[in-house]
């Protein structure tokens, strides 16, 4: 019923950015809550940041500073501008969002691969 389609991953020199962006799409009434999730071989899924429709934002300690999330509610997509990258941030990222829909629940994009070279 949704799709989150993530976009950007690649492989980067540390202090190096990248852009990630997810894209919503389908029978959506509204999203509430879109975040952005990584999880690194070995470790937890854990938080990155997420952004509800009202603007408020928040994000993990460890990334405090240097991502930013955006969200551009017309086109019902998600950014996440990552700065000075560090080898610690490699993982696989995934998209989130809380979505009003025929299902209304949570819904998680595929992935995408973020390589961060020492």
């Known amino acids: 019923q949704v799709q989150l389609v993530e976009s950007g991953g690649g492989l980067v020199q540390a202090g190096g950015a990248l852009r990630l962006s997810c894209a919503a799409s389908?029978?959506?009434?509204?999203?509430?809550?879109m975040g952005w999730y990584r999880q690194a071989p070995g470790k937890q899924r854990e938080l990155v940041a997420r952004?509800?429709?009202?603007?408020?934002?928040n994000y993990a300690d460890s990334v405090k500073g240097r991502f930013s999330i955006s969200r551009d509610n017309a086109k019902n997509t998600a950014y996440l501008q990552m700065n000075s990258l560090k080898p610690e941030d490699t993982a696989v990222y995934y998209c989130?969002?809380?979505?009003?829909?025929?299902?209304?629940?949570?819904?998680w994009g595929q992935g995408t691969q973020v390589t961060v070279s020492s």
């Open positions: 952004t509800i429709s009202d603007g408020r934002t």
């Open positions: 989130n969002a809380e979505v009003v829909a025929l299902y209304t629940g949570s819904y």
């Open positions: 389908g029978t959506i009434v509204s999203i509430n809550t």
